[in-house]
C-alpha cells in the first residue's frame, strides 16, 4: 500500500501526487474521467470547480483513499 504523508494540501495537489506515485499521465487520468487532457490540467492546477461526482470518480482510479481528500 502507497502511504503519502500531506500537511494542509489542497485537494487539487493530493490528486495530482496520487497521480504521480500511481505512475498514471494527465492523458491516462483524463481518459478515465471522459475528458480531455487539457481540462483534466485545469482540475490539477485549480482552475475548474471540482464536482463531488469527478472526485469520487478520481479517488476510485487512483485509488486516493477518501480521508486523503479532506485535510484538516
Do not use: F, N
Not at 36 to 59: C, F, N, P, V
Amino acid at each position: 500500500m502507497i502511504e503519502i504523508h500531506l500537511t494542509k494540501t489542497c485537494i487539487q495537489e493530493t490528486i495530482r501526487q496520487y497521480r504521480i506515485v500511481r505512475g498514471y499521465s494527465q492523458e491516462y487520468v483524463a481518459h478515465q474521467l471522459d475528458i480531455s487532457q487539457k481540462a483534466y490540467s485545469k482540475i490539477e492546477r485549480g482552475e475548474t470547480k471540482l464536482t463531488i461526482d469527478r472526485l469520487l470518480k478520481l479517488s476510485r482510479i487512483m485509488e486516493i483513499p477518501r480521508a486523503a481528500l479532506y485535510p484538516d
